[in-house]
């Protein structure tokens, strides 16, 4: 009896970041339907949340290698897509979807490319570009043609996307050393 493939492409995945990213997702799809208060309807809530992802497909690259890291963005995209339906509005939920895995297989590939580099230069680099093009698709997707101000708001969230890659870039460095240490003890 031979094996079913799709098993086997999901044997040994690591749920944990799948999981993380399909709540990231939800989140950030449901945040950019508000407007945060005080902003002259520019930023939503979204751009705060959804930069997150990035570090953790970051933390995935780091710990288990780019090829673990495209089998957790795919799984992650599926369920992502399927949350994205419930909790927001479907137009979003499909620009989402397309945003998503492009902006994560854009980060992961980036990522690989600059892993050899200091601990800070890969997701520095792949976050940078993998925002652009999650922004760009995402907004363009999503609100083209309709009376929302997409423009102002995608340039707002993308100011944020840029801005959270040097707030969580702490974060991220102390997850590093910490798997570091823990191997060195071991």
């Known amino acids: 009896m031979t094996a079913n493939p799709l098993f086997n492409s999901f044997a040994g995945l690591r749920w944990r970041y799948v999981l993380a990213h399909a709540v990231i997702v939800?989140?950030?799809n449901w945040g950019?339907?508000?407007?945060?208060?005080?902003?002259?309807d520019f930023l939503t809530w979204g751009a705060f949340i959804f930069p997150v992802a990035f570090f953790i497909t970051d933390l995935c690259?780091?710990?288990?290698?780019?090829?673990?890291t495209r089998k957790?963005?795919?799984?992650?995209?599926?369920?992502?897509v399927i949350v994205s339906f419930v909790a927001a509005d479907p137009r979003i939920a499909i620009a989402s979807g397309v945003?998503?895995?492009?902006?994560?297989?854009?980060?992961?590939?980036?990522f690989n490319r600059f892993r050899q580099h200091a601990w800070w230069v890969p997701p520095s680099i792949?976050?940078?570009?993998?925002?652009?093009?999650?922004?760009?698709?995402?907004?363009?997707?999503?609100?083209?043609?309709?009376?929302?101000?997409?423009?102002?708001?995608?340039?707002?969230?993308?100011?944020?996307?840029?801005?959270?890659?040097?707030?969580v870039m702490p974060v991220y460095g102390y997850l590093v050393f910490r798997d570091r240490l823990a191997?060195?003890?071991v």
């Open 26 to 28: 939800a989140a950030a």
């Open 32 to 40: 950019v339907q508000y407007v945060v208060p005080g902003t002259s």
């Open 61 to 68: 690259n780091r710990r288990h290698g780019v090829e673990m």
């Open 72 to 80: 957790v963005v795919m799984a992650s995209f599926v369920i992502a």
């Open 99 to 110: 945003a998503f895995i492009s902006g994560q297989m854009v980060d992961a590939q980036v």
């Open 126 to 167: 792949s976050n940078i570009l993998a925002s652009t093009v999650d922004s760009v698709l995402f907004w363009v997707i999503a609100f083209v043609g309709t009376d929302v101000p997409w423009v102002s708001l995608g340039f707002a969230d993308y100011a944020i996307k840029i801005a959270m890659v040097f707030v």
């Open 183 to 185: 191997a060195k003890t």
